[in-house]
């Protein structure tokens, strides 16, 4: 046996302890940090008086209080629309456009068979 064969085992083995000495250490040091982050958080509060009354409400009437919950999809596209009607109006978009009509202008329909 040469000492290449000796020493070629070893290396593996070095580079091993070393890959996770290091991995321990940067465990450890996220570890330290989120302790500290930790001891240094203080408890919110919130407004309980806010939360009471719907409690009640769905402790009272559990069908009508799910039914509210969530406006219907076609509110969001609503809502999307109209963004998207109030920023076409903004300054900067009517000059690229070359004033571009108003919004009440652009949503009218011609009537169909008038001139």
């Known amino acids: 046996m040469t000492e290449?064969?000796?020493y070629l085992p070893i290396?593996?083995?070095?580079?091993?302890a070393y890959l996770l000495w290091s991995f321990n250490r940067r465990l450890n040091a996220r570890i330290a940090k989120a302790d500290a982050q930790y001891k240094h958080w203080q408890g919110k509060g919130f407004e309980t008086s806010i939360v009471?009354?719907?409690?009640?409400?769905?402790?009272?009437?559990y069908v009508s209080a799910v039914r509210t919950g969530r406006p219907p999809?076609?509110?969001?596209?609503?809502?999307?629309?109209?963004?998207?009607?109030?920023?076409r109006e903004l300054s900067?978009?009517?000059d690229i456009?070359?004033?571009?009509?108003?919004?009440?202008?652009?949503n009218e329909k011609p009537a169909?068979?008038?001139r």
Not at 52 to 61: S, Y
């Open 4 to 6: 290449l064969d000796f």
């Open 11 to 16: 290396v593996p083995v070095v580079l091993l």
């Open 52 to 61: 009471t009354p719907r409690i009640e409400f769905l402790r009272r009437d």
């Open 73 to 87: 999809a076609f509110a969001r596209m609503e809502k999307v629309a109209k963004a998207r009607c109030v920023v």
């Open 92 to 94: 900067f978009f009517r």
């Open 97 to 106: 456009h070359g004033g571009a009509e108003s919004a009440e202008q652009l």
């Open 112 to 114: 169909v068979g008038r």
